[in-house]
């Protein structure tokens, strides 16, 4: 993978916790999220999403269960911890500072 792909990877991750973080219960689904990151010029097609939402449930990040059709996600408290700022990981964007 490129240097570009990878940091468009990072960012992905990213968004998808912060967009977790921000909804009740921690809880989405897929096409939600292809939505939302077109919303932020992060387009992506569905199996880049799938991909980078198993990266971060097999990560701790996330959870959901992967035997089922329609994905839907629930951030985990380290996900949430991420999304925050609160902690790292080499592999996802760390958040801007906020103002």
Avoid at 56 to 66: A, H, M, Q
Avoid at 75 to 95: V, Y
């Amino acid at each position: 993978m490129n240097d570009y792909l990878k940091t468009l990877s990072k960012h992905r991750r990213l968004a998808i916790l912060r967009h977790l973080a921000e909804i009740p219960e921690y809880t989405g689904n897929a096409s939600i999220l292809q939505d939302v990151l077109q919303g932020l010029g992060l387009s992506s097609s569905r199996a880049q999403i799938v991909t980078d939402l198993t990266w971060l449930r097999e990560n701790g990040f996330v959870e959901f269960d992967p035997s089922v059709e329609f994905v839907v996600v629930s951030a985990t408290t380290r996900g949430i911890e991420i999304a925050r700022g609160l902690s790292t990981h080499p592999d996802i964007q760390r958040p801007s500072p906020k103002v």
